[in-house]
């Protein structure tokens, strides 16, 4: 298997501690390659959109906490799904984030889907 | 590279055209093991889950069609970025869907999170 493909999870799994748990902006950005391309709709371009979020969470949310529960990597691509829970004891919200990373093994481009976790289910199973 | 990625990938592919898009059950049934766990909160567990899902799509949504924007495979998981329209023409849903495959390169479980895709963004990117 390629190397590679452990390093960059590593990398996104310490982009996730470091950036939205630590929420230190400083030291995600070192994580971050000469771009960052952000498809998240309420986030605006660029490692400045990627700051003004992180520093808007540690205003409202800064007991926010996300919790990889699993993660993939295929190429150039990490993808996790992860618990995002903004504040403690709330249900929170079932995240898949993608990340493209350069051949430097740094992040540059990323894709989220977000769904809040519903209070029923249809099955017994969770959503993770 | 394991050659199982690149077929549990186009099973997953051949999933998405003859389940959502055809909405042929029969044909999907096939590509699924013997026990189907459902993580989607809104789809009873198992075959007869996603029989019944079939069905109501079939029902309430004839021309729904899921598009593949990017696949990936690591291990027996199968992680795909969709783009959900229920109805031609609205803007439909960001998506992504996990599968776990079994040894065989039977479907066996299913994870999705889904996000209404909005009609204004802060970045110009778009969501896929």
Redesign the interface.
Known sequence: ??PR?ETNKQTVLDFYEVGLNQKDFAAAAKLVGDRY?????????GIE?FEAFLCQLRADFPALRAEVK?I????D?V?A?VHGVRVPGTPGT???D?FRLDDQGKIIEH?D???P??E?????????
Chains 1, 2 share one sequence.
């Open positions: 298997m390629d493909l391309v952000q498809h998240n709709p309420r986030i605006a371009d959109g699993r993939f990597a295929d190429g691509f993808i799904h079932a995240i898949v993608i894709w889907v977000m769904q976790i519903p029923t289910a249809a099955n017994p199973n969770g959503m993770f």
